[in-house]
């Protein structure tokens, strides 16, 4: 069975930096990659999604990527802002794209 | 463009009452919809998926049933609540498109079970 994993739990930056948040997940068979954000006590806003084909997406401050053969993704943020703070999730899909997996998430903080 | 409605937003039920949690998803045709519950600093887990009416695939053994009586409907159920039923849940969908599957989520209804 598909296990995601996120790493770190929880960061606390000062506004303004950049930083990574990891996912790593242990089947490489994915059909896609998915970063969400969770505001406290709200359902998840969808980022980014990459194919399992693609390496990377970028949104505005967001860059995600992607290395199915190694099992990894990472979101760079850039130049963090105090509205950043959140939960960020990242989700794998089955090769059938009807599951989903999902990360226990990274708490984000930024120090204004 | 798409829309997904879920509720209630809260909801507090004495043990041993049943549920009732409605999803809808407005502005596509045949979706994929899935049920989530999200637990305390826990991960999300997928509690069932429906690929059409009438489909539903459970993928934990548990306390709850779900039904899709519409296309774009999406219900959560138990008879009976047990404590351990609280927790946040969430309904997604998704419309096949290739590898460009992207899921949405509703709001999410917060159980507490007293």
């Known amino acids: 069975k598909q296990e995601v994993t996120q790493i770190p739990a929880a960061l606390s930056v000062p506004e303004g930096e950049n930083l990574v948040l990891n996912c790593s997940f242990t089947d490489s068979a994915i059909y896609n990659l998915q970063w969400f954000r969770q505001d406290p006590g709200k359902g998840l806003t969808s980022l980014l999604l990459?194919?399992?084909?693609?390496r990377e997406q970028t949104s505005g401050r967001l860059n995600a990527s992607l290395d199915k053969s190694s099992g990894r993704s990472t979101l760079y943020i850039a130049a963090s802002q105090p509205g950043d703070s959140a939960t960020y999730l990242c989700a794998v899909s089955t090769n059938t794209g009807n599951q989903f997996y999902f990360g226990t998430g990274t708490s984000l903080t930024v120090i204004p | 463009s798409q829309t997904i409605h879920q509720w209630p937003a809260t909801l507090v039920q004495p043990v041993g009452s049943p549920l009732s949690l409605e999803c809808t998803v407005e502005?596509?045709?045949?979706?994929?919809l899935y049920w989530y519950r999200q637990a305390a600093g826990r991960g999300l887990q997928l509690l069932f998926y429906s690929v059409g009416i009438g489909q539903i695939s459970s993928e934990v053994p548990q306390n709850l049933s779900a039904s899709r009586p519409q296309d774009r409907q999406f219900i959560l159920s138990s008879k009976k609540l047990l404590l351990s039923d609280s927790g946040f849940y969430l309904c997604a969908w998704t419309a096949l498109r290739g590898r460009n599957t992207e899921a949405f989520f509703g709001q999410g209804t917060r159980l507490t079970v007293v």
């Open positions: 502005g596509t045709s045949n979706p994929n």
């Open positions: 990459i194919q399992s084909s693609q």
